[in-house]
């Protein structure tokens, strides 16, 4: 059957039909993401408003596309007391943050207690906002570093006030791909195994992929369809979020960058091929904001959130580091054509700006 015809029954598409997909020319693959983004949500395009925090960059692994680690370029090295995460989560939260999005490098210098403490601390003060806080790397880090299993880790999460885990870590799933990125780091198989181990505890994740640096077209597709067989068996993944390499301050040598066109070709074709995850996430920090927004007609719903303070994306070059002000995004997404709605961290709806 034609692939356009098959998309537009809702048949699922193969590996070797979803690399072809590329193929078709940007304008009928951006019309086929639409018509299913329209179909799932209209013209909504969600946001929540967000506080970034990266308590330490200090980091016992090490990614060649990383620009934020201290053991690599950046010679800063900084680890946070919880007194100054608090005091963060203080300040984000009555500038009216609903959520704290809390990402560590792998910091062995400190113990379990450092990362559960922070969480519970943020928690004990602040019951209400949610936390979504470490990484399946960070989680398989906690194990390899501690001897601790991955569901002791999950556990502890959970009693320590975690709400839910962010979808970082999975850079590409592609194992010699991966092999030469970051070596050492937490396995496809166990970024997965970790996932459904969450989601198996009734709780929400999300999940991303690096793309642009040195993997194919076909690693894209594999690393979608592998994240679509986990999300038909646990069934817990919020969004799907494809990340731009940034190429700043890095140790990877990657010749050739991406186009806008490949890349709303990506956010296209993860519309279309990830049926059972709802939300395609346009996260500006990597795509820019511009793009971004023309995302939203090429299969994006969602553009993350205002941010405040980002370190990571930033120190590898991109425009985020600190955030954006809420009614500057709120227009920004109604000039382009569509509707804001305010979200929160699951996704149920706070405010709909509709006027
Ligand atoms: S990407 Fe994360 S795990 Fe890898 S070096 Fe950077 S901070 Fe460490």
Redesign the pocket.
């Known amino acids: 059957m034609d692939l356009i015809q098959k998309v537009k029954n809702r048949q699922r598409l193969t590996q070797e039909e979803a690399v072809a997909l590329y193929d078709l020319d940007l304008f009928t693959l951006g019309k086929l993401a639409d018509d299913i983004r329209q179909e799932k949500f209209g013209k909504k395009s969600y946001f929540n408003i967000n506080r970034h925090i990266n308590p330490t960059?200090v980091?016992?692994?090490?990614?060649k596309?990383?620009?934020?680690?201290a053991?690599?370029k950046n010679p800063n090295q900084y680890t946070m007391t919880h007194e100054q995460i608090l005091n963060i989560a203080t300040e984000a939260i009555e500038s009216g943050a609903k959520e704290l999005h809390i990402v560590?490098?792998?910091n062995p210098n400190d113990g379990v207690e450092w990362y559960m403490g922070a969480f519970r601390k943020v928690k004990e003060k602040f019951p209400d906002v949610h936390i979504k806080a470490m990484?399946a790397?960070?989680v398989d880090?906690l194990h390899r570093e501690y001897g601790l299993s991955y569901d002791e880790v999950l556990d502890m999460m959970i009693a320590n006030g975690v709400d839910s885990m962010p979808g970082?870590?999975a850079?590409i799933f592609d194992e010699e791909i991966r092999e030469y990125l970051?070596k050492g780091?937490v396995t496809s198989a166990q970024w997965l195994e970790i996932h459904k181990k969450w989601h198996q505890r009734g709780k929400e994740s999300n999940a991303t992929m690096l793309f642009g640096h040195v993997e194919s077209r076909e690693h894209r597709i594999d690393h979608m369809l592998r994240l679509r067989d986990l999300q038909d068996e646990s069934g817990g993944f919020n969004a799907f979020i494809p990340l731009v390499y940034q190429k700043d301050n890095n140790f990877l040598r990657v010749e050739k960058f991406l186009t806008a066109h490949e890349i709303l070709k990506t956010y296209a074709i993860s519309r279309i091929l990830l049926d059972n995850i709802p939300h395609i996430k346009a996260y500006w920090a990597t795509s820019t904001i511009n793009l971004a927004l023309i995302a939203q007609e090429f299969g994006a719903d969602d553009l993350d959130g205002t941010i405040q303070k980002e370190s990571?994306q930033s120190a590898a070059g991109a425009k985020s580091a600190n955030g954006m002000k809420m009614d500057e995004f709120i227009s920004m997404i109604k000039n382009a054509g569509f509707i804001p709605v305010q979200r929160d961290s699951l996704y149920n709806e706070l405010e709909v700006y509709d006027d």
């Open positions: 960059n980091c016992a692994d090490i990614c596309f990383c620009a934020y680690s053991s690599r560590s490098a792998h990484t790397a960070e880090f970082g870590g850079e970051c780091k990571i």
